[in-house]
């Protein structure tokens, strides 16, 4: 049987590479888009596209009549800074978006959702964070996160929605925003690449567990047979400083820039590292693609696309 899979946010970074490799396993698939951070070019050309706000009133209707038996909800809108700026509009989008998916979802009867979480900014400052730890989210963004799980989790009582959680550690590759405010290595690679000088906030010293994009888009695969009702963090399960990044790919790039160094901004995490012991035992995922290697294939895929970018 050949299944179907809607995928919100199919256009963005780690959403196109999902589409890519459900394309790729023969799924028929729809991407549902608005195209605010997402771009054409990382559409894949098999998949059906839709340019369409998840607040818009016909979601329902589409959904139902698709009729897919599978949803990843990757769409949102990421950018921690701007949800301090201003909640209202974050929730609006991350919350809102979601609750119209989840009835649309619900009626439809799909087989399940897997959610994209966030495990940098639904714990707050936590070193080897587990699921079973008490969230703290320090931002809007976070917050907004940690109700659509709870969302999630009434929906499956209520409605008999099945659900997946994947909370992600910090998600890099090719595809990734040069021009975000959360990707830095995106960010530094295309710095590098231009000679110009980075900025490390919070010095450098801020800690991150950061994970590939292939490995996320395996967790997501994982997840379609396994793991109903649960939350999965899904992370490198290491301690990574932004000097780190910045040291490593500096060597890979060959340059010998200075960076600027600056304090922390407003809302950041100082310190986030997650364990993954959970996803491994009950979806048999690990992270294959090792942090040198998963820097080597970004670096070189921004100096192959050099005007890649929302820019
Ligand atoms: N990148 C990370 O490190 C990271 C970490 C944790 C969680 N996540 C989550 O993973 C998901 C994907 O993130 P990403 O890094 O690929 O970001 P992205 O910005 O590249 O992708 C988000 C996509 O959603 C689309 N979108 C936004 N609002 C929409 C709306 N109202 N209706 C329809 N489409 C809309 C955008 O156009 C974009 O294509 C997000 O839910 C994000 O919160 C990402």
Redesign the pocket.
Known sequence: MRYKAIV????????SHLVDRLVSQDFEVMV????????QE?LNKEAKFLN????DNDIEAIIESYSPEYIF??????DVRKSLKDPIWDEN??IE?TLNLLNAASNAKVKKLIF??????IYGEARNAKEDRLPCPLSP?GVA?LACEHYLRVYSQWKDLSFTVL??????GPR??PF?E??VIAIFSRQLILGQKPVLYGYGRMIRDYVYVADVVEANIRALERGNGEIYNIGAGKATSVNDIFGLLRNISGNNIEPELKEAREGETLEVWLNSQKAFRELGWKPEVSLEDGLKRTYNWFKEHNSYGTK
């Open positions: 919100t946010g199919g256009a963005g970074f780690i959403g549902i888009d608005n195209l605010s951070t997402g771009l990382n369409k706000d998840l607040r909800h990757l769409a949102a809108q990421i989008i991350n978006g994209s979480s966030t495990g940098g900014a963004y996160k909370r992600y550690g910090n998600v890099y990734q925003d975000g959360a990707g």
